[in-house]
């Protein structure tokens, strides 16, 4: 017998893909219905990728071209699937920690860039803002964050909340602080298999009584390995940022750190990049700049990328000795630091404020507005 395609698209017409609502003619999973004497073949493309959905689509469209078309049809069903793929932006892994807003991973390619410097004084400057600010250092090899808040001698306390004992993160110039660096010796070298450290970074991120939190920011360790990834899993990171010198071989490795944020397993958007020591200025000079590292190299990487400069911080003996004795330099009312520092951290608060205004509003809660915090104006 010789069958006819418009009759078996008229079959078709009477069966829907298994999760999909329309008829598979009408939804376009039918491609192509090709008729070669009594043989039929069909070719479909469905959403579906588990074999038994593929079974069910095969199945029903033998039985209902056997019964509405010809009981005797040879009929050969070829299947393909199409997962649609995940919108890839703003995507929020691990589990959202109750009480924490946003969560900025610092880091930087190389390690000396200033990632640790940069990280204390966006910390305090938030702080001076208004803002509820965690600072977590996870620098397993090199935490800083004791000696840049002058509590390298403290230890955070036990508190109970809910008959659970939980960490107290110790706090210091208004930002609560907990670092890999309390639980190990000053002159202890420990040597972190990354399990291990995943799991003390877990206990200081879900064991520790942190409250409310608007800004967490994360001192990551400098380069792009295996411990990133587990932390990049283990959280829900909203947005990094990348801290580099204008220096060739920092821009190199700035460049894997994009790269590693951006790359499919990890897919946590770039909120832009820093330029520390971008240039020198002596005191008794402070018109001067001397490029030391090169000019604006950063900032050219930064576009090329095609992700935000986020502000140039410069090299200045002060930054250096306020990191060492514990308090940082953003600190000094009324200087050239602390205006650089406000100014990077502007342009922080604004990429995430931009970036949360583009999530679906059932996520988790997110600041979506700069309003009560008057030091912040809405470009
Ligand atoms: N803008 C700056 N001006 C002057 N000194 C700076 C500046 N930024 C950082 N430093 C100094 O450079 C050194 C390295 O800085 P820091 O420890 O912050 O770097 P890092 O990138 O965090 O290093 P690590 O490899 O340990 O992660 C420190 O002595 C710090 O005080």
Redesign the pocket.
């Known amino acids: 017998m010789k069958l006819d395609k418009n009759d078996v698209l008229r079959a078709l017409e009477n069966i829907t893909v298994p999760g999909e609502g329309k008829n598979m003619v009408e939804s376009g999973a039918v491609k192509n219905v090709q008729i070669f004497g009594d043989e039929v073949e069909v070719d479909i493309t469905i959403k579906n990728p588990s074999l038994q959905a593929r079974k069910k689509t095969e199945v029903e469209i033998l039985k209902v071209i056997h019964r509405e078309v010809y009981e005797k049809a040879k009929i050969k069903v070829n299947i393909k699937v199409d997962v649609p793929e995940r919108p890839k932006t703003n995507e929020i892994k691990g589990k959202p920690i109750p009480g924490i807003q946003n969560i900025i991973a610092v880091a ?1 390619g190389k ?8 990280t204390a004084n966006l910390a305090v400057t938030l702080a001076k803002m208004g803002f509820k600010v965690g600072l977590l250092d996870a ?1 397993i ?2 935490p ?1 964050m004791p000696i840049m808040f002058d509590v390298a001698h403290e230890k955070p306390l036990a508190v109970n909340i809910d008959g659970k004992s939980k960490m107290k993160p110790v706090e210091s110039y208004g930002v609560k602080l907990l670092s890999i660096g309390f639980f190990t010796q000053p002159n202890q070298a420990v040597i972190w298999r990354g399990p291990m450290a995943s799991k003390a970074l877990n206990q200081m991120i879900f064991d520790a009584h942190w409250g409310e939190i608007d800004f967490m920011l994360l ?1 990551l ?2 380069g792009t390995g295996d411990i990133h990834l587990s932390i990049m899993q283990a959280m829900p990171v909203t947005g990094a940022v990348i ?1 580099s010198t204008p220096q060739e071989v920092a821009l190199a490795d700035a460049r894997k750190g994009v790269a590693m944020f951006k790359q499919d397993s990890i897919n946590v958007p770039v909120l832009g990049i820093v330029e ?2 971008a240039y020198f200025t002596p005191e008794e000079l402070p018109n001067n700049k001397y490029y030391i590292f090169g000019k604006e190299g950063a900032k050219n990487l930064a576009e090329d990328l095609k992700v935000p400069f986020l502000g140039e ?5 002060s ?2 000795e306020a ?2 004795v514990g308090r940082p330099a953003a600190l000094q009312t009324a200087t050239t630091i602390e205006e650089a520092f406000e100014a990077l951290t502007k342009n922080v608060v604004q990429e995430v404020v931009d970036r949360n205004e583009n999530l679906p509003p059932t996520e988790a809660i997110k600041i979506t507005t700069m309003a009560g915090c008057s030091a912040v104006k809405k470009k």
């Open positions: 930087s390690g000396g860039v200033g990632k640790s410097t940069v620098d090899y090199g800083s001192d360790p400098p801290v520390n020591m911080i410069p090299l200045v003996q930054i250096r990191g060492d």
